[in-house]
């Protein structure tokens, strides 16, 4: 969706593994806005069994690094991923 203030939302959701005891929801999509100080924000994601991912020039270094670790600890022993976040960091 695009709101009347120039934000907007956009998304697209998957079921993975459908049908067997590692089913689960994965989401990815990007949102975009412009801060009060005029910043425009803008953010992709991915959203699965690896927890929320953000990546975009917006997002702090140390989230970002946070999340990477947050994400190689989860993916021990687990299937890979529907959706893989590609965006450039």
Known sequence: YVTGDGSER???GVIENPG???EGTAVQGSYSYTSPDG???NVQ???DNFGYQPVGPNIHPAIIKAVQRQVE???VGAPPPFF???APQ
């Open 84 to 86: 893989v976040n590609n």
């Open 39 to 41: 910043t425009p924000v």
């Open 10 to 12: 956009h998304e697209v």
């Open 73 to 75: 600890e989860a993916r």
């Open 45 to 47: 994601y991915v959203a």
């Open 20 to 22: 067997t005891n590692l």
